[in-house]
C-alpha cells in the first residue's frame, strides 16, 4: 500500500488541501462560519437537491439500459462484435463539451428532433439524463461484462435442471455473483453524474446546475473563493459517505466465485428471445450513441463552401492573428497520446498495487482505503487542477513546466477504474490457490505472477483500457495544466469552440472526430493483442 498511499497523498490530498484553506483561512484564521452562511442559501439548496436526484435518476436509467448491453457482450458471440465494443467505449472519452454540444445539436432548436417532430429537449432535464446514459453506457457494459462473461454458465443450468425457471436461476445464481461488478458500476457512474459539468452547463442553461457547475461559477466568474471552498467540501464530504456505503455493502456480499475462460461463455445466439434481445441492444448503441457521433463526423465535413476536409486542412496550420494556440493543432494528437499512455502506465501500477493490497483484507485501514482510491471521482476537477497550480510550484516538486504533471493528473482518474475493475476479479481467486503456492515454495511475488496474473489477465487489459479511454478524455484538470504549446485533444476542442467563428467551431468538431477515430483505434487493438485468458478454471 506504501506506493498508492504515497501517490494520493502527494498529487491528490496535498493539492486539495491546499486549495481548500486558501478559500476558508483568511486574516489569520479560519473561516468556518461560511459553512452556515452558504448552505443557507436558497440558490444553494436547490444546487444540492437537483445534484442529487439527478445523479440517483442517471445511474438509475443507465443500468437499465445498459445491462443487456453487458449481457449481450459478455454472453453472445457475432460478428463485429470487438469492433462494436470499441465504438460503444468511444462516447466515455469525449469530453463533456463535445458530448452536451452534440446533444445540443440532436435536441435543441433547429436539432435532428426538432426537425422531424417539432420537440425541443435542451434546457431539460430528460436532455442530461439521456447525455448521461450516452456518456456511461460503456462503464456498464465493460465492468459488469468483463466478470459476467467469466462467470461459469454451468451453475446457472443446474439450476434450471433442478427445476428453477430461466428468471429464477438467473436471480438465485448469476445476480448474486454480479452483485460486486454491478455495485462497482453503479458507483462509478453516480460520481460521474453527481460531477457532471461540461453535459450540465450546455444542455441545462440557466435552470439546472450541478455543484461542480457551481464551483465553477463561483471561482472562475465571481471570484468568490470561500464559497466554492464550501462546496468543494460538501461535494467531498457527500462523496466520501457514498463511498463508505459502498465499500460496507460489497464486502458483506463478497464471495469467491467459479470463473472461466471467456471464449468458453459466449455462444451464437439460440432462440427468438436472444436475438429479439441483440437486435434490442444494436439498435440502442445505434440510436443512443451512434446518431450522436454521427452529427459531429457530419459536421466536421461540413463547411461553408459545401462538404469537404477544409477544417482538417486547417488543423495543421498555426492562426497568424494569435489564435488559441501557439502550435498547429493537429499536434494536440500526439501529445495525447503521449499524455494517455504515461497516464495510463502510472494508473495500471498505482492501480494494481492497490487492488493486490486491498485484495490481502487487511483490517479496517485497508478497507477505508479502498475507499478513499473513489474520491478522485468525486472531487471537483477545478479544485484539483487549481491545487496543482499552487502547490507543485517550487522545489524539489516543481513540475509546472514539466510535461508529466498532465499525465499524473490524468492518472488520478484512472486509477479508481483500474481498482474498481480489477478488484472483484482479484477478490474471486480462491485464496487456496495462493496458499498452496505458498506451501510448494513460492515467494509472494511469484505466487502472484504464477497464480494472480494469469487469472486476472483479461481484467488487467481492460483496467489498462479504461485507464487509456479515460485520460485521452480528461478535460476539467488538464485544462489548467496543460500548457499553451503542448494543449491535449479535449482542451484543443474547448478552447476552439469558446471562440467565435465557423472556421473555430468546424475544427472543433474536427478534433472531436479524430479524437473518436484515435479512441476507436486504440480500444479495438487492445481488443486484439489482449493476452488470451488462460483455459484453466479459476
Given at each position: 500500500?506504501?506506493?498508492?498511499?504515497?501517490?494520493?497523498?502527494?498529487?491528490?490530498?496535498?493539492?486539495?488541501?491546499?486549495?481548500?484553506?486558501?478559500?476558508?483561512?483568511?486574516?489569520?484564521?479560519?473561516?468556518?462560519?461560511?459553512?452556515?452562511?452558504?448552505?443557507?442559501?436558497?440558490?444553494?439548496?436547490?444546487?444540492?437537491?437537483?445534484?442529487?436526484?439527478?445523479?440517483?435518476?442517471?445511474?438509475?436509467?443507465?443500468?437499465?439500459?445498459?445491462?443487456?448491453?453487458?449481457?449481450?457482450?459478455?454472453?453472445?458471440?457475432?460478428?463485429?462484435?470487438?469492433?462494436?465494443?470499441?465504438?460503444?467505449?468511444?462516447?466515455?472519452?469525449?469530453?463533456?463539451?463535445?458530448?452536451?454540444?452534440?446533444?445540443?445539436a440532436l435536441l435543441g432548436r433547429g436539432g435532428l428532433v426538432d426537425e422531424l417532430w417539432g420537440i425541443r429537449l435542451d434546457t431539460t432535464v430528460w436532455a442530461i439524463l439521456l447525455a448521461h446514459v450516452f456518456f456511461n453506457y460503456a462503464v456498464v457494459v465493460r465492468t459488469v461484462g468483463g466478470l459476467w462473461s467469466q462467470l461459469d454458465p454451468r451453475q446457472e443450468e443446474a439450476a434450471r435442471v433442478l427445476g428453477a425457471g430461466r428468471f429464477a436461476a438467473w436471480q438465485r445464481v448469476t445476480l448474486p455473483a454480479l452483485v460486486p461488478s454491478l455495485a462497482a458500476a453503479a458507483l462509478m457512474v453516480f460520481l460521474f453524474t453527481f460531477t457532471s459539468f461540461g453535459v450540465v452547463q450546455i444542455l441545462g442553461g440557466p435552470a439546472f446546475s450541478t455543484l461542480e457547475v457551481e464551483i465553477y461559477r463561483q471561482t472562475a466568474e465571481f471570484l468568490d473563493l470561500p464559497t466554492a471552498a464550501v462546496l468543494t467540501l460538501v461535494q467531498f464530504l457527500a462523496v466520501g459517505a457514498v463511498l463508505?456505503?459502498?465499500?460496507?455493502?460489497?464486502?458483506?456480499?463478497?464471495?469467491?466465485?467459479?470463473?472461466?475462460?471467456?471464449?468458453?461463455?459466449?455462444?451464437?445466439?439460440?432462440?427468438?428471445?436472444?436475438?429479439?434481445?441483440?437486435?434490442?441492444?444494436?439498435?440502442?448503441v445505434v440510436v443512443l450513441l451512434l446518431v450522436p457521433l454521427a452529427v459531429l463526423v457530419e459536421r466536421s465535413f461540413d463547411t461553408p463552401s459545401g462538404y469537404g476536409f477544409g477544417y482538417y486542412q486547417e488543423l495543421g496550420t498555426v492562426d497568424p492573428s494569435g489564435g488559441a494556440f501557439l502550435v498547429p493543432p493537429i499536434d494536440a494528437?500526439?501529445?495525447?497520446?503521449?499524455?494517455?499512455?504515461?497516464?495510463?502506465?502510472?494508473?495500471?501500477?498505482?492501480?494494481?498495487?492497490?487492488?493486490?493490497?486491498?485484495?490481502?483484507?487487511?483490517?479496517?485501514?485497508?478497507?477505508?482505503?479502498?475507499?478513499?482510491?473513489m474520491l478522485p471521482l468525486g472531487v471537483s476537477a477545478v479544485t484539483v487542477g487549481f491545487g496543482f497550480l499552487i502547490t507543485l510550484d517550487e522545489p524539489p516538486l516543481d513540475l509546472r513546466a514539466s510535461w508529466i504533471l498532465v499525465p499524473l493528473a490524468q492518472a488520478l482518474v484512472g486509477v479508481p477504474f483500474v481498482v474498481r475493475t480489477m478488484l472483484p476479479v482479484l477478490r474471486a481467486v480462491d485464496e487456496r490457490l495462493r496458499e498452496a503456492a505458498a506451501v510448494l515454495g513460492a515467494s509472494p511475488l511469484r505466487a502472484w505472477r504464477e497464480v494472480d496474473l494469469p487469472l486476472v489477465r483479461r481484467a488487467l487489459a481492460v483496467a489498462a483500457g479504461f485507464a487509456f479511454a479515460v485520460s485521452l478524455g480528461e478535460f476539467g484538470a488538464t485544462v489548467f495544466i496543460a500548457r499553451p504549446d503542448n494543449p491535449t485533444l479535449p482542451v484543443a476542442v474547448a478552447r476552439l469552440l469558446g471562440r467565435p467563428g465557423e472556421l473555430n467551431y468546424g475544427q472543433a468538431m474536427a478534433l472531436s472526430t479524430i479524437l473518436m477515430v484515435v479512441c476507436a483505434v486504440a480500444l479495438l487493438l487492445l481488443e486484439r493483442i489482449r493476452t488470451e485468458s488462460t483455459t484453466e478454471e479459476f
Open positions: 500500500m506504501a506506493g498508492p498511499v504515497a501517490f494520493f497523498a502527494l498529487f491528490f490530498a496535498y493539492p486539495v488541501a491546499a486549495i481548500v484553506g486558501r478559500g476558508l483561512h483568511a486574516e489569520g484564521a479560519w473561516q468556518f462560519g461560511r459553512f452556515g452562511e452558504v448552505l443557507g442559501r436558497p440558490d444553494i439548496r436547490e444546487v444540492l437537491w437537483f445534484t442529487t436526484w439527478q445523479a440517483l435518476a442517471s445511474t438509475a436509467l443507465t443500468l437499465l439500459i445498459a445491462l443487456p448491453g453487458a449481457y449481450v457482450f459478455a454472453r453472445l458471440d457475432f460478428p463485429g462484435k470487438r469492433l462494436l465494443r470499441a465504438v460503444v467505449t468511444v462516447p466515455f472519452v469525449l469530453p463533456t463539451v463535445v458530448v452536451g454540444t452534440a446533444f445540443l463508505a456505503v459502498h465499500a460496507w455493502t460489497v464486502r458483506r456480499r463478497e464471495s469467491v466465485l467459479r470463473l472461466v475462460d471467456p471464449s468458453r461463455t459466449a455462444r451464437r445466439p439460440r432462440g427468438t428471445v436472444q436475438w429479439l434481445l441483440l437486435g434490442g441492444v444494436l439498435t440502442t494528437v500526439w501529445n495525447s497520446l503521449r499524455y494517455a499512455l504515461a497516464a495510463t502506465a502510472i494508473s495500471v501500477a498505482v492501480g494494481g498495487l492497490a487492488a493486490a493490497a486491498l485484495t490481502r483484507r487487511a483490517g479496517r485501514l485497508v478497507r477505508g482505503f479502498d475507499a478513499l482510491l
